[in-house]
C-alpha cells in the first residue's frame, strides 16, 4: 500500500500506531479506573471483542492489523484495570475522593 520504489513503510506505520495505541491504552487504565473504579473492564470487553472481531473483515492487512492491535491492548487493559486497583490502594496513584457537592 505505501510501496514506493522498494521502500516499504508499512511496518513504520504498524509500529508507530502500536505506540499511540498502547500509550492511549495506558491512559485509559489510569483515568478509568479513577473516575468509574474497576466497573470499567465490561466496556474494555466490549471494546476489545468488537475492534478484534472488525479486524477480520477489513480487507487491507494493515488497517486489520492496527485494528486488532487496539482491540488486543483493550482485552489486555482489562487485566490492568485490576491491577490499577490495588496500585491505588498502595498509594502508587491517587484516589478519587468525593466532592462535598456529591456527597
Same mark, same amino acid.
Given at each position: /500500500?505505501?510501496v514506493? !520504489?522498494? &521502500?516499504? +513503510?508499512?511496518?513504520? #506505520?504498524?509500529?508507530?500506531?502500536? /505506540? *499511540? &495505541?498502547m @500509550?492511549?491504552?495506558? /491512559?485509559?487504565? &489510569?483515568?478509568?479506573?479513577?473516575?468509574?473504579?474497576?466497573?470499567? @473492564? /465490561? *466496556? +474494555?470487553?466490549?471494546?476489545?471483542?468488537? =475492534?478484534? *472481531?472488525? *479486524? #477480520?473483515?477489513?480487507e =487491507?492487512?494493515?488497517?486489520s492489523?492496527? #485494528? =486488532?492491535?487496539?482491540? +488486543?491492548? +483493550?482485552?489486555?487493559?482489562?487485566? !490492568?484495570?485490576? !491491577?490499577?486497583e !490495588?496500585?491505588?490502594?498502595?498509594? @502508587?496513584?491517587?484516589?478519587?475522593?468525593?466532592?462535598?457537592?456529591?456527597?
Amino acid at each position: /500500500m505505501f510501496v514506493s !520504489e522498494g &521502500i516499504n +513503510f508499512d511496518g513504520i #506505520l504498524v509500529g508507530a500506531s502500536l /505506540m *499511540a &495505541i498502547m @500509550w492511549i491504552g495506558r /491512559m485509559a487504565c &489510569i483515568k478509568g479506573e479513577y473516575y468509574f473504579t474497576k466497573k470499567l @473492564w /465490561m *466496556a +474494555f470487553l466490549a471494546v476489545g471483542i468488537i =475492534s478484534v *472481531a472488525s *479486524a #477480520l473483515f477489513v480487507e =487491507s492487512v494493515i488497517f486489520s492489523s492496527i #485494528l =486488532s492491535i487496539f482491540g +488486543f491492548t +483493550f482485552l489486555w487493559g482489562i487485566h !490492568e484495570i485490576i !491491577e490499577q486497583e !490495588e496500585r491505588v490502594s498502595k498509594g @502508587w496513584f491517587p484516589k478519587r475522593t468525593q466532592n462535598k457537592k456529591d456527597a
